[in-house]
């Protein structure tokens, strides 16, 4: 979470995207549910996910790939957030899955392409307060000391008899 942030990444506020492909990647996304209930955030999916949020009594709004309404809605900032995961090897689903993310990564919008970091993520978002959220610096989270360098010159070692 603080690697997105510190790199230029935002909380999600405006919106999620979801395009989640195969029944297996949905019943993954299930586990996740009552963290993007939490989250108060409104959902946009794309056929197959919508229809899969809508049987679970998820609300979302359902945007047509076909029809150019996600390339809106990315270009337009309506979502900061999204999660397009493909479903298995098919030619055609990286294909319509890589135009997605393509999209996602142009409009400079937040990409998570795996399950399992979708989860941590969703989890995260959901379970921790995130406001006061600390950056520190990296050597700060090494046992909480700073390092320290040996230095030695060339004339110690010079001088030092083996």
């Known amino acids: 979470m603080k690697a997105m ?6 909380l ?3 919106g999620i995207f979801l395009s989640l492909r195969g029944e297996e990647k949905h019943a993954a996304l299930l586990a996740s549910l009552p963290d993007l209930q939490v989250l108060d955030v409104p959902l946009y999916a794309t056929a197959e996910t919508w229809q899969f949020l809508h049987e679970q009594q998820i609300a979302a709004t359902l945007l047509h790939e076909e029809d150019g309404e996600v390339e809106d809605a990315f270009r337009q ?3 900061d957030l999204a999660v397009v ?3 298995g090897r098919l030619q055609r689903d990286f294909d ?3 135009v997605l993310r393509r999209l996602a990564i142009d409009c400079n ?3 998570i392409t795996k399950i399992k970091q979708m989860r941590i993520f969703l989890h995260a978002l959901a379970s921790k307060e995130l406001a006061g959220l600390p950056i520190k610096a990296w050597d700060e989270y090494q046992h909480n000391q700073p390092t320290e360098e040996l230095i030695i010159s060339p004339e110690t070692l010079l001088s030092t008899q083996v």
Request: glycine share 10%; aromatic share 4%; net charge positive.
């Open 5 to 10: 942030l510190a790199s230029g990444g935002t």
């Open 12 to 14: 999600p506020r405006k």
């Open 77 to 79: 900032q309506r979502i």
């Open 85 to 87: 995961i493909v479903a």
């Open 96 to 98: 319509q899955n890589y």
């Open 109 to 111: 919008i937040h990409l």
